[in-house]
């Protein structure tokens, strides 16, 4: 029996295709259930959807899916947030939401705790990327899981795909840790 052998000149170029194809196919393929949870007036990142968070310079995540209680994102800074040149780490808000927020009073939201009692606040901002900024919103801490949040208008102007929500885990940039369960951002009724 006689095996089949391929020529120098096109066995390379062949593996080297099905590498990039099976590096490519790895890319796109998300596990089932990591989308956030979008309606038409919230958008809502929880359990295996807080494994897209984004770390920004001077910033890290780490997603733990086997945390007690529910899957989580430890967080930190090592930078302060007065020097942040990045919105930190985050979430890009889905377009079809970004473009319902335009001109609308928003509540930002996070599920968090501290694992340093010396740390006594996060910050936290929505970032439109080219219309305004809510800047960052210093808010505080407990030892437990909280629910802490903010409100603000989102200006007008045209969708880009580029709405952040950013969180600065460490403000002073000490290195401490924060602990998050869930981010939401919701669309306030009009009074």
């Known amino acids: 029996m006689r095996a089949i052998s391929l020529p120098d000149w096109a066995f390379y170029p062949l593996i080297l295709l099905v590498t990039a194809g099976l590096i490519a196919l790895a890319l796109v393929i998300r596990p089932a259930g990591t989308a956030p949870i979008v309606t038409d007036t919230r958008v809502e990142y929880r359990g295996a959807s807080l494994a897209d968070f984004?770390?920004?310079?001077?910033?890290?995540?780490?997603?733990?899916?086997?945390?007690?209680?529910?899957?989580?994102?430890?967080?930190?800074?090592?930078?302060?947030?007065?020097?942040?040149?990045?919105?930190?780490?985050?979430?890009?808000?889905?377009?079809?939401?970004e473009a319902a927020v335009r001109g609308?009073?928003?509540?930002?939201?996070?599920?968090?705790?501290?694992?340093?009692?010396?740390?006594?606040?996060?910050?936290?901002?929505?970032?439109?990327?080219?219309?305004?900024?809510?800047?960052?919103?210093e808010i505080a801490l407990t030892d437990e899981f909280e629910p802490v949040s903010f409100e603000w208008s989102v200006p007008r102007g045209e969708v880009n795909g580029q709405e952040w929500i950013g969180i600065w885990p460490d403000p002073e940039g000490g290195a401490r840790e924060v602990i998050i369960r869930q981010v939401s951002v919701e669309i306030l009724p009009q009074d």
């Open 54 to 97: 984004i770390s920004g310079p001077g910033t890290w995540a780490s997603f733990m899916p086997d945390h007690p209680g529910s899957p989580v994102v430890r967080t930190t800074s090592v930078a302060p947030v007065e020097s942040a040149n990045s919105a930190g780490i985050g979430f890009l808000v889905p377009e079809p939401f």
């Open 104 to 137: 609308r009073r928003i509540r930002v939201s996070a599920i968090v705790r501290r694992t340093d009692p010396s740390l006594e606040s996060l910050a936290l901002a929505y970032f439109t990327a080219a219309n305004g900024d809510s800047g960052w919103r």
